[in-house]
């Protein structure tokens, strides 16, 4: 019998895979034959996670059978393994919206409306006895830091940030430190093309009749990334066209100022204007005080375009 496999979305960000690692960790605990792996290569502050609590990256794949799995911080479909409908599903852990999902057989399914899901996998390590290990704490710790921008998320909780405390102590690291180190290791551009960058934090989403992907890219420093504005839209056109969506959006935060500015490719730029309260112009327009793609973005978008 094949290892089940535990992991997130694609294009991981640090929730999917700490939350892989986490989960993977847990059900090793309680006697599970059980891999944590990944749909894509850690990004720079995942990298930089792993590096500082020692923990080598998870094996990359593309297609999940024969192997059961279990799904971590997603549940749609256009976001897993390119095979998804094609294996068991035993377990997902998330803390978004349900959507394009469905299974021939029961599962345990464990949402809550927190801000990553690591929060909930510390409960769960709780509930089942089970001491969470220094990396483990530390690579969840992570996830949580990441996921509300240490704390700075509309979408952060009280229960995000207990378990954001119960884990530093456990990893032995000072919170406001660490997040910051973690937070800026992730904001670097480098010599990457825009191609590869929009591919850092992306996420597929059918809203009514239409395909929008929404990446997500954190910065120290917009004016750095709007230099490259038109790098950018090129690159979003590109991708959009190749991958038949109807709108790109690229939401570029600030994670200092906590605001975002949003690059935007095709249509209808009206639905977003109108979801957000924004004028687009260019390609362009700035939300102030918008950092959460799941809070401040999809469901907005979707009310609009699911008619």
Not at 202 to 225: N, Y
Request: charged letters at 25%; a negative charge.
């Amino acid at each position: 019998m094949s290892k089940i496999l535990v992991f997130g979305h694609r294009n991981p960000d640090t929730d999917a895979i700490g939350a892989a690692i986490g989960l993977a960790s847990l059900e090793a605990a309680l006697g599970s034959d059980v891999e944590a792996v990944a749909l894509g290569r850690p990004s720079l502050e995942t990298a930089f996670a792993l590096e500082h609590f020692g923990l080598d990256a998870p094996r990359v794949i593309e297609t999940a059978a024969p192997s059961d799995v279990m799904l971590v911080d997603h549940n749609e479909r256009q976001q897993s393994a390119a095979d998804i409908t094609d294996v068991t599903v035993l377990k997902v852990i998330d803390h978004h919206r349900i959507a394009n999902f469905e299974t021939a057989a029961p599962l345990y399914v464990r949402i809550e409306p927190v801000g990553c899901t690591c929060t909930i996998l510390t409960r769960m390590y709780a509930e089942n006895g089970v001491d969470i290990p220094r990396p483990e704490a530390g690579i969840m710790l992570s996830a949580i830091i990441s996921d509300t921008l240490l704390f700075n998320s509309p979408t952060c909780t009280d229960a995000d940030r207990a378990a954001a405390a119960e884990l530093a102590a456990i990893a032995g690291v000072d919170v406001d430190e660490y997040g910051d180190a973690l937070l800026r290791a992730g904001t670097a551009l480098g010599d990457e093309p825009a191609s590869a960058i929009i591919g850092r934090d992306s996420k597929s989403f059918a809203m009514g009749p239409k395909t929008v992907r929404v990446s997500q890219l954190t910065t120290v420093d917009s004016a750095e990334v709007l230099d490259r504005r038109d790098e950018f839209l090129a690159a979003m056109t590109a991708e959009k066209d190749a991958a038949g969506y109807d709108l790109y959006l690229l939401l570029i935060t600030d994670v200092i100022a906590c605001d975002s500015d949003l690059l935007v490719v095709g249509e209808p730029v009206a639905a977003v204007e109108r979801a957000l309260g924004v004028t687009v112009a260019d390609g362009h327009t700035f939300g102030k005080g918008i950092v959460s793609r799941k809070k401040q973005i999809v469901p907005q978008l979707t009310e609009v375009l699911d008619v």
